[in-house]
């Protein structure tokens, strides 16, 4: 697909900024998403800071991939996200020593869902997916595009 696979250090634990710094977003949206996915469980170290672990560090990821890239509610991601873990779902893995090259896939226990691929019939599916969100686009685009016609003909005639 479309996206850019984040390479991952290959470090045991990592701190709030870095996991941020990684998926691209502010502090308070990991504690958001903490709240929302229980999946997402970083844990904390003596002083009360958060500890994320890799597996941690590839669910943030994947949360970021359903809800601003596949364009998923909270709700429709958190169904996803437990239907992909529930399943075992296969995903590659990217780590940094493996930037650049095809890291094979792994189960979904130690997998990165960055790069989500299915094991059968994964680039026809992830073709007509990515057709699909590319036609959904259009849609609302169009659908935007009325409203804003008939937002401008809903205006009250002028008085004469």
């Known amino acids: 697909m479309g996206r850019p696979a984040v390479a ?3 470090k045991l634990f990592f701190k709030i900024g870095e996991v941020c710094e990684l998926a691209g977003v502010q502090a308070h949206v990991l504690r958001y998403w903490e709240s929302e996915f229980p999946m997402l469980a970083p844990q904390k170290n003596r002083a009360g800071q958060r500890v994320y672990r890799k597996r941690d560090v590839e669910i943030a990821l994947r949360i ?3 809800l601003y890239e596949d364009q998923y509610t909270i ?5 996803r996200l437990a239907n992909d873990l529930r399943a075992g779902g296969k995903f590659r893995v990217v780590s940094s020593d ?7 896939e792994h189960d979904a226990s130690t997998a990165s ?3 989500e691929t299915r094991a059968a019939g994964a680039s026809h599916a992830g073709t007509r997916t990515a057709e699909d ?9 169009e659908l935007r595009e009325l409203l804003s016609l008939l937002e401008g003909s809903s205006k009250p005639p002028k008085a004469r």
């Open 133 to 141: 969100r590319k036609a959904l686009r259009q849609v609302a685009s």
């Open 98 to 104: 493996d930037v650049g090259e095809d890291s094979g």
């Open 75 to 79: 709700a429709g991601a958190k169904k």
């Open 113 to 115: 869902p960055v790069a």
């Open 8 to 10: 991952i250090p290959e």
């Open 64 to 66: 970021k991939e359903l």
